[in-house]
């Protein structure tokens, strides 16, 4: 029987579909220009079994970078998925109102693996898989007192 290389594992795993992360945004959908709004994900997993030439192959995917596109041109790399408010781990200002914005999060595996339930093995690339784009508009407010 033929052995399975790291690079028939490679292979496989461009094959599958490795999951997206979905980016949740507080506060959703709307947000005020200067205000910090919070981002955050939550770690996607993945764990399957599969037959490569003949053999069972266990395939374990975890996340260990997320890259933040806030819609905007601004960037933040990280190595956790950041947590809801009032954990303020991931935030981003906004200094445009009345603009949509398409903020994601794409977030970059690396891949261990063992065949037959053989000695767990990690390949040397990672991959990376481009998140949903979410809709998020700025608005502007001003405070106004009244008696």
Request: overall charge positive; hydrophobic content about 35%.
């Amino acid at each position: 029987m033929p052995a399975v290389t790291a690079g028939d594992v490679l292979r496989e795993v461009r094959r599958l579909p490795l999951p997206k992360a979905q980016l949740a945004i507080q506060p959703s959908d709307r947000t005020l220009v200067n205000l910090d709004t919070v981002f955050s994900t939550t770690a996607p997993k993945f764990d399957r079994t599969v037959t490569i030439l003949g053999q069972r192959v266990r395939i374990i995917a975890k996340p260990t970078r997320y890259a933040w596109h806030f819609g905007d041109g601004a960037t933040l790399t990280t190595a956790t998925p950041g947590r809801p408010y009032p954990a303020m781990d991931i935030t981003h200002q906004y200094t445009k109102a009345d603009q949509t914005h398409r903020p994601r999060v794409d977030v970059t595996f690396s891949i261990s693996y063992s065949v037959d339930g053989g000695p767990t093995q990690s390949l040397a690339q990672t991959i990376t898989t481009e998140g949903p784009a979410a809709s998020l508009t700025t608005r502007e407010a001003t405070p106004v007192l009244v008696d």
